[in-house]
Protein backbone atom coordinates (compact mmCIF):
# COMPACT_ATOMS: atom_id res chain seq x y z
CA UNK A 1 0.00 0.00 0.00
CA UNK A 2 1.92 3.76 -0.76
CA UNK A 3 1.14 6.28 1.49
CA UNK A 4 -1.08 8.93 0.25
CA UNK A 5 0.82 12.56 -0.76
CA UNK A 6 0.22 15.10 1.58
CA UNK A 7 -1.65 18.52 0.69
CA UNK A 8 0.17 20.48 -1.29
CA UNK A 9 -0.54 23.43 0.82
CA UNK A 10 -2.02 22.94 4.09
CA UNK A 11 -3.00 25.58 7.05
CA UNK A 12 -3.40 24.72 10.51
CA UNK A 13 -5.32 26.95 12.76
CA UNK A 14 -3.66 30.23 11.43
CA UNK A 15 -3.65 33.77 12.47
CA UNK A 16 -2.60 36.76 11.12
CA UNK A 17 -2.55 40.14 13.40
CA UNK A 18 -0.49 43.44 12.70
CA UNK A 19 1.45 44.42 15.66
CA UNK A 20 -0.17 48.11 15.57
CA UNK A 21 -1.22 49.93 18.32
CA UNK A 22 -4.35 48.62 18.03
CA UNK A 23 -3.44 45.17 16.71
CA UNK A 24 -5.31 44.02 13.57
CA UNK A 25 -6.40 40.69 13.20
CA UNK A 26 -6.17 40.06 9.07
CA UNK A 27 -6.93 36.70 9.56
CA UNK A 28 -8.22 34.50 11.76
CA UNK A 29 -7.89 30.26 12.79
CA UNK A 30 -8.12 29.09 9.21
CA UNK A 31 -7.50 25.54 8.18
CA UNK A 32 -7.59 24.11 5.15
CA UNK A 33 -6.05 22.09 2.34
CA UNK A 34 -5.21 22.44 -1.29
CA UNK A 35 -4.69 18.96 -2.75
CA UNK A 36 -2.74 19.19 -5.98
CA UNK A 37 -4.34 19.51 -9.14
CA UNK A 38 -7.19 22.05 -7.41
CA UNK A 39 -8.48 25.17 -8.63
CA UNK A 40 -9.76 26.89 -5.94
CA UNK A 41 -11.08 30.42 -5.78
CA UNK A 42 -11.29 32.37 -2.68
CA UNK A 43 -13.91 35.28 -2.51
CA UNK A 44 -15.63 37.54 0.15
CA UNK A 45 -16.25 41.09 0.58
CA UNK A 46 -13.80 43.66 0.52
CA UNK A 47 -11.26 43.35 3.48
CA UNK A 48 -12.62 39.93 4.51
CA UNK A 49 -8.76 39.07 4.62
CA UNK A 50 -8.89 37.29 0.71
CA UNK A 51 -5.39 39.03 -0.08
CA UNK A 52 -3.71 38.71 3.52
CA UNK A 53 -4.56 34.80 3.23
CA UNK A 54 -3.04 34.59 0.08
CA UNK A 55 0.19 35.72 1.55
CA UNK A 56 0.25 33.55 3.70
CA UNK A 57 -0.46 30.68 1.61
CA UNK A 58 2.27 32.27 -1.14
CA UNK A 59 5.17 32.24 2.02
CA UNK A 60 5.24 36.21 1.72
CA UNK A 61 4.17 36.37 5.00
CA UNK A 62 4.11 34.59 8.34
CA UNK A 63 1.11 33.08 10.73
CA UNK A 64 1.22 35.24 13.91
CA UNK A 65 -0.25 31.56 15.39
CA UNK A 66 -0.86 28.45 13.27
CA UNK A 67 1.38 26.69 10.38
CA UNK A 68 1.64 26.76 6.85
CA UNK A 69 2.66 23.67 5.18
CA UNK A 70 4.11 22.96 1.75
CA UNK A 71 4.09 19.45 0.67
CA UNK A 72 3.47 18.30 4.15
CA UNK A 73 6.62 20.07 5.39
CA UNK A 74 6.03 22.71 7.89
CA UNK A 75 7.41 26.08 6.66
CA UNK A 76 7.89 28.10 10.19
CA UNK A 77 11.29 26.97 11.22
CA UNK A 78 12.66 28.06 7.37
CA UNK A 79 14.70 31.20 7.58
CA UNK A 80 13.54 33.85 5.21
CA UNK A 81 16.38 32.66 2.59
CA UNK A 82 15.18 29.10 2.57
CA UNK A 83 10.98 30.30 2.09
CA UNK A 84 12.25 32.49 -1.02
CA UNK A 85 13.81 29.64 -2.50
CA UNK A 86 10.95 27.49 -1.58
CA UNK A 87 8.94 30.19 -3.28
CA UNK A 88 11.11 30.13 -6.18
CA UNK A 89 10.85 26.74 -6.73
CA UNK A 90 7.19 25.96 -6.04
CA UNK A 91 4.79 28.70 -6.20
CA UNK A 92 3.86 31.13 -8.95
CA UNK A 93 2.04 34.58 -8.21
CA UNK A 94 0.09 36.77 -10.40
CA UNK A 95 -1.69 40.02 -9.35
CA UNK A 96 -3.98 42.72 -10.04
CA UNK A 97 -0.77 44.58 -11.49
CA UNK A 98 1.82 43.17 -13.48
CA UNK A 99 4.66 44.12 -12.29
CA UNK A 100 6.75 43.33 -15.25
CA UNK A 101 10.25 44.70 -15.56
CA UNK A 102 9.74 47.95 -18.23
CA UNK A 103 13.24 47.99 -18.86
CA UNK A 104 13.30 44.06 -19.82
CA UNK A 105 11.38 42.23 -23.22
CA UNK A 106 8.45 40.31 -22.83
CA UNK A 107 10.99 37.31 -23.63
CA UNK A 108 13.64 38.46 -20.67
CA UNK A 109 10.85 39.24 -18.32
CA UNK A 110 9.65 35.50 -18.62
CA UNK A 111 13.45 34.54 -18.29
CA UNK A 112 14.04 36.36 -15.21
CA UNK A 113 12.65 33.71 -12.24
CA UNK A 114 14.83 31.24 -14.50
CA UNK A 115 17.71 33.67 -14.01
CA UNK A 116 17.28 33.51 -10.13
CA UNK A 117 16.56 29.73 -10.05
CA UNK A 118 19.86 29.08 -12.11
CA UNK A 119 19.08 25.52 -13.35
CA UNK A 120 18.64 25.92 -17.45
CA UNK A 121 21.65 27.37 -19.61
CA UNK A 122 21.03 31.15 -21.20
CA UNK A 123 19.31 28.93 -24.38
CA UNK A 124 17.54 26.76 -22.33
CA UNK A 125 15.89 29.89 -20.60
CA UNK A 126 15.47 31.36 -23.89
CA UNK A 127 13.56 28.30 -25.52
CA UNK A 128 11.30 27.89 -21.88
CA UNK A 129 10.22 31.67 -22.61
CA UNK A 130 9.40 31.20 -26.50
CA UNK A 131 7.58 28.01 -25.21
CA UNK A 132 5.74 29.43 -22.90
CA UNK A 133 4.74 32.81 -24.50
CA UNK A 134 4.10 30.98 -27.70
CA UNK A 135 1.38 28.84 -25.77
CA UNK A 136 -0.99 32.10 -24.56
CA UNK A 137 -0.43 33.57 -28.27
CA UNK A 138 2.26 36.15 -27.79
CA UNK A 139 4.92 34.30 -30.04
CA UNK A 140 4.44 37.60 -32.28
CA UNK A 141 5.53 39.96 -29.01
CA UNK A 142 8.66 38.63 -27.60
CA UNK A 143 10.66 41.63 -28.22
CA UNK A 144 8.36 44.12 -27.31
CA UNK A 145 8.59 46.05 -24.14
CA UNK A 146 5.90 45.74 -21.38
CA UNK A 147 4.78 49.45 -21.99
CA UNK A 148 3.96 48.44 -25.87
CA UNK A 149 1.61 45.98 -25.24
CA UNK A 150 -1.84 46.34 -24.23
CA UNK A 151 -3.02 45.60 -20.48
CA UNK A 152 -4.25 42.39 -21.30
CA UNK A 153 -1.22 41.02 -22.92
CA UNK A 154 0.82 42.42 -20.28
CA UNK A 155 -1.54 39.97 -17.71
CA UNK A 156 -0.58 36.96 -19.99
CA UNK A 157 3.23 37.58 -20.09
CA UNK A 158 2.45 37.76 -16.30
CA UNK A 159 0.88 34.36 -16.28
CA UNK A 160 3.94 32.92 -18.60
CA UNK A 161 6.79 34.26 -16.21
CA UNK A 162 4.17 32.96 -13.06
CA UNK A 163 4.67 29.39 -15.31
CA UNK A 164 8.49 30.22 -16.13
CA UNK A 165 9.82 27.07 -13.25
CA UNK A 166 6.79 24.93 -13.48
CA UNK A 167 5.62 25.68 -10.08
CA UNK A 168 3.39 23.38 -8.34
CA UNK A 169 0.60 26.24 -7.81
CA UNK A 170 0.07 28.96 -9.06
CA UNK A 171 -1.34 31.83 -6.99
CA UNK A 172 -3.45 34.79 -8.03
CA UNK A 173 -4.78 37.90 -6.67
CA UNK A 174 -7.35 39.20 -8.55
CA UNK A 175 -5.68 38.50 -11.81
CA UNK A 176 -8.17 40.14 -13.96
CA UNK A 177 -9.00 42.92 -12.00
CA UNK A 178 -7.70 45.52 -14.43
CA UNK A 179 -8.89 44.11 -17.48
CA UNK A 180 -12.04 43.80 -19.72
CA UNK A 181 -14.40 41.55 -19.98
CA UNK A 182 -12.94 39.75 -22.97
CA UNK A 183 -9.52 39.46 -21.82
CA UNK A 184 -10.96 38.59 -18.46
CA UNK A 185 -12.02 35.40 -19.87
CA UNK A 186 -9.25 35.14 -21.87
CA UNK A 187 -6.88 35.09 -18.73
CA UNK A 188 -9.44 32.77 -16.94
CA UNK A 189 -9.33 30.22 -19.60
CA UNK A 190 -5.57 30.14 -19.49
CA UNK A 191 -5.40 29.21 -15.57
CA UNK A 192 -8.49 26.70 -16.16
CA UNK A 193 -6.09 24.99 -19.10
CA UNK A 194 -3.78 24.83 -17.04
CA UNK A 195 -4.98 22.93 -14.27
CA UNK A 196 -7.12 20.88 -16.83
CA UNK A 197 -3.57 19.85 -17.84
CA UNK A 198 -2.35 18.64 -14.57
CA UNK A 199 0.26 21.21 -15.21
CA UNK A 200 -0.58 22.96 -11.71
CA UNK A 201 -2.81 24.04 -9.20
CA UNK A 202 -4.27 27.34 -8.91
CA UNK A 203 -5.53 29.67 -6.04
CA UNK A 204 -7.45 32.24 -6.88
CA UNK A 205 -8.76 35.17 -5.10
CA UNK A 206 -11.80 37.42 -6.32
CA UNK A 207 -14.45 39.68 -5.61
CA UNK A 208 -16.18 38.32 -8.76
CA UNK A 209 -18.21 35.40 -8.11
CA UNK A 210 -18.93 34.74 -11.98
CA UNK A 211 -14.90 34.32 -12.44
CA UNK A 212 -15.30 32.18 -8.95
CA UNK A 213 -17.35 29.95 -10.69
CA UNK A 214 -14.73 28.61 -12.63
CA UNK A 215 -12.99 26.97 -9.84
CA UNK A 216 -13.33 23.47 -8.65
CA UNK A 217 -14.08 24.70 -4.73
CA UNK A 218 -14.46 28.14 -2.95
CA UNK A 219 -13.23 29.47 -0.02
CA UNK A 220 -15.14 32.50 1.33
CA UNK A 221 -14.15 34.43 4.06
CA UNK A 222 -15.73 37.12 6.34
CA UNK A 223 -14.06 38.69 9.11
CA UNK A 224 -10.69 37.17 8.72
CA UNK A 225 -12.80 33.61 8.55
CA UNK A 226 -14.02 30.50 6.51
CA UNK A 227 -17.91 30.74 6.27
CA UNK A 228 -19.54 29.31 4.41
CA UNK A 229 -20.08 30.22 0.69
CA UNK A 230 -23.47 32.12 0.18
N1 LIG B 1 -1.08 47.43 6.82
C1 LIG B 1 -2.33 47.43 7.32
N2 LIG B 1 -2.67 48.24 8.32
C2 LIG B 1 -3.92 48.21 8.82
N3 LIG B 1 -4.90 47.41 8.37
C3 LIG B 1 -4.60 46.58 7.37
C4 LIG B 1 -3.31 46.53 6.78
N4 LIG B 1 -3.32 45.58 5.80
C5 LIG B 1 -4.57 45.09 5.79
N5 LIG B 1 -5.33 45.67 6.70
C6 LIG B 1 -6.75 45.37 6.98
O1 LIG B 1 -6.87 43.97 7.08
C7 LIG B 1 -8.10 43.54 6.51
C8 LIG B 1 -7.85 42.46 5.48
O2 LIG B 1 -7.21 43.05 4.33
P1 LIG B 1 -7.05 42.27 2.95
O3 LIG B 1 -6.34 43.17 2.02
O4 LIG B 1 -6.46 40.93 3.21
O5 LIG B 1 -8.59 42.09 2.52
P2 LIG B 1 -9.19 41.72 1.09
O6 LIG B 1 -10.35 40.82 1.36
O7 LIG B 1 -8.12 41.22 0.18
O8 LIG B 1 -9.72 43.13 0.60
P3 LIG B 1 -9.96 43.71 -0.90
O9 LIG B 1 -10.99 42.82 -1.55
O10 LIG B 1 -10.50 45.08 -0.66
O11 LIG B 1 -8.65 43.70 -1.60
C9 LIG B 1 -8.79 44.78 5.96
O12 LIG B 1 -9.75 45.19 6.90
C10 LIG B 1 -7.67 45.77 5.84
O13 LIG B 1 -8.15 47.09 6.00
Redesign the pocket.
Known amino acids: MTASRPPLIETREVTRI?P?EVP????KDISLTVQAGEFVSVT????????????LLGLLDRPTKGEVLVNGQPTGPLSDVALCDLRLRKLGFVFQFHFLLAEFTVRENVMVPMHKLGVLSLRQRTERAESLLGSIGLADHLDKYPSQLSGGQRQRVAVARALANEPEVILA??PTGNLDTKNSEVVQDILRSLVDAGNTSVIM?T?DPALAAHADRNIH?VD?RIVPTP
Open positions: LLVTLVGPSGSGKSSLLYDEVHLG
